[in-house]
């Protein structure tokens, strides 16, 4: 069973702080490795990280996958409080693409 | 593009009645899946599907059923409301092939009384 682990669940940081969230796994035959974000509503897309592209950058956001260590870190730089937000990990295998396994998430709220 | 759209928003039921969530994409993706979010459990899958006429299972599948029919349609459906199955559903669809990129619709907000 594939399985997805964050940390930390919540954090608190001032608004111009950087903040590192991290998601490990445990997947049979790993295909990629995404991030989301979600507000009050549906999860947004952030990133998609696979065994060819283990590092992706966006404006203040930025993610790498450690395919060794099994983890991936995404980096929120400068925060604002536009930031605050539920972000999530999830992993695909192998199998088909309908089956993600998510994590439960990290809850962050940027502060002024 | 509309994206992936649902309805209802917000559904209220009594225990043992029966509903449809609806979920509709026009983005012409083979994959759709429901998933169910529950506060501290994230998203959890309730079944899939890799095109239409094939579903399968995901790791919450009791307590309903789903069907394909067309490429754009993939209702859920609630045979006998549980209080259990309160909860925020979401609908998602992805274009297959090297990508996993799930595109969610905005959600349904059940309560089962």
């Known amino acids: 069973e594939d399985k997805v682990v964050q940390s930390p669940l919540s954090l608190v940081v001032h608004e111009g702080d950087t903040v590192t969230l991290n998601c490990s796994y445990e997947v049979t035959n790993f295909r990629s490795l995404l991030w989301y974000k979600q507000e009050k509503k549906a999860p947004t897309f952030l990133f998609m990280l696979t065994s060819s592209g283990i590092e992706k950058k966006s404006g203040r956001l930025s993610s790498i996958l450690d395919k060794k260590e099994l983890f991936s870190i995404l980096n929120i730089t400068a925060t604002q409080t536009g930031d605050s937000a539920v972000y999530l990990c999830?992993?695909?295998?192998?199998?088909?693409?309908?089956?993600?396994?998510f994590g439960t998430g990290t809850r962050l709220q940027v502060t002024l | 593009n509309a994206g992936v759209t649902q309805t209802p928003k917000f559904q209220v039921l009594k225990t043992g009645q029966s509903m449809t969530l609806q979920c509709a994409q026009d983005m012409n993706h083979e994959y759709m899946s429901w998933y169910r979010q529950d506060p501290g459990m994230g998203l959890r899958l309730i079944h899939y599907s890799v095109g239409a006429g094939i579903t399968d299972q995901g790791e919450v599948p009791n307590g309903y059923n789903v069907s394909r029919s067309t490429t754009e349609d993939f209702p859920l459906r609630l045979l006998s409301a549980a209080p259990s199955q309160t909860s925020v559903y979401f609908c998602?669809?992805?274009?297959?092939?090297?990508?996993?990129?799930?595109?969610f619709g905005p959600g349904t907000r059940l309560t089962v009384l």
């Open positions: 998602a669809s992805t274009r297959g092939g090297s990508t996993d990129t799930q595109y």
């Open positions: 999830a992993v695909g295998n192998t199998g088909t693409a309908s089956k993600l396994t």
